[in-house]
């Protein structure tokens, strides 16, 4: 059995995702990221911007960081009843029939159901007014009714169920998604919700489970949903919250997608999906940069004190200083390579100080120099 206990740790620190902990470094990144979520919240077109990061760099716990400023009240945002953020990945492992569908059911569990009957009563009390189906959605969700919730979310109703509560068609009718959106939207505006945030996580993973005429009805699936927004007269988009998408992705992946829009454009002309992705403007896009050997230190204390049993807090027992150089070489400053070796040392180490010497022995006895070799090469 590993010997935690021997180094004044209670596990190991190295081994789970963490998203409650501080940011380590990147006070450039952060205060930029930052500054972009500001500006976009205060002008009333639907926005975009995106978070550049290879595998492992971090983008989910920055996604998760954004989300938390952004419900912090700070004194630069909204209040944070003013506003949802609502983070998932691009997609869950198994894609959905119908994309838009999916992201509002995601969308609405997330935000959910107490959240959702304050906004409902709130929409009530001053009035507000929406087609025939949604608004008896709305009094039922404010008046306790669980059948609305269920319709909300998309789960399975029967026909006597949506005829007896006056429902024409259900949240999974394909055809009625988009005016649902803009419903949704609505909605939230009239029950004192201003910006609805949709932290898009993983965009890389579409990559990786759909064709391309799936990754190009996608794309337009976000595309229609931003389009709906911004087309709208003044008047209009004044009654409805204002959405921003916040993407996620590798810039490998980006390009993949550009690329992918861009051959559509030659085949059938127009702007298409090409025009949308390229509507982030530069000032809107943050690439996450490695850490360096201060912040690859401070990354390992934070997560040892977190755990802490008997060891003196806010040092780097139990390894040594040369720890942190054999560190630095081998992750190449990518957060999850950091964590994810130095968990296979310190759960392999018998004694303390954990040196340079013995940690590169242990991960060359698992072949971990040599996959990094090759990664180098």
């Not at 994309?99 to 009035?127: H, N, P, W």
């Not at 979310?153 to 009718?173: A, C, E, F, M, P």
């Not at 690859?296 to 977190?306: H, T």
Request: aromatic fraction near 10%.
């Amino acid at each position: 059995m590993p010997s935690y206990g021997s180094f004044g740790l209670s596990a190991n620190p190295f081994a789970e995702e963490r998203f409650d902990l501080p940011m380590v470094g990147r006070e450039e990144d952060w205060a930029r990221l930052k500054e972009v979520m500001v500006e976009q919240l205060k002008t009333r077109s639907a926005r975009l911007s995106v978070v550049f990061g290879d595998y492992g760099m971090g983008k989910s716990f920055t996604l998760a960081k954004v989300q938390e400023f952004l419900m912090s009240g700070d004194p630069l945002l909204p209040r944070p009843a003013e506003l949802f953020a609502v983070r998932f990945r691009t997609t869950e492992p198994m894609l959905p029939k119908n994309y838009a569908v999916d992201l509002f059911t995601r969308m609405m569990k997330q935000i959910g159901r107490e959240r959702l009957t304050e906004v409902c009563s709130v929409a009530l009390s001053v009035s507000a007014h929406f087609e025939s189906t949604f608004a008896n959605v709305v009094a039922g969700l404010a008046g306790g009714e669980s059948i609305a919730w269920d319709w909300l979310i998309g789960r399975k109703l029967t026909s006597s169920q949506l005829q007896t509560h006056n429902l024409s068609y259900k949240v999974t009718d394909y055809s009625e998604i988009h005016s649902l959106f803009m419903n949704a939207l609505q909605l939230f505006k009239s029950g004192g919700v201003d910006s609805l945030v949709m932290l898009m996580d993983e965009l890389e993973f579409l990559l990786s489970l759909a064709s391309r005429t799936k990754l190009l009805t996608i794309l337009h699936e976000i595309q229609s949903l931003w389009d709906d927004y911004n087309q709208l007269p003044e008047a209009e988009k004044e009654k409805r919250c204002k959405t921003v998408f916040v993407f996620a992705s590798s810039i490998g992946s980006w390009d993949k997608f550009l690329e992918l829009a861009q051959d559509e454009k030659r085949k059938r002309g127009g702007g298409g999906t090409q025009t949308f992705l390229r509507r982030i403007p530069p000032n809107a896009t943050v690439s996450l940069s490695p850490l360096g050997r201060k912040e690859i230190r401070e990354l390992l204390i934070q997560r040892m004190d977190q755990y802490s049993t008997t060891r003196t807090k806010n040092t780097l027992s139990p390894f040594a200083e040369d720890y942190i150089e054999l560190i630095n070489r081998l992750s190449f400053g990518i957060p999850s390579k950091v964590l994810a070796l130095s968990a296979l040392v310190v759960e392999q180490a018998k004694i303390a100080p954990i040196s340079a010497a013995t940690a590169e022995n242990i991960l060359k006895e698992f072949g971990t120099l040599e996959e990094m070799s090759e990664v180098e090469s």
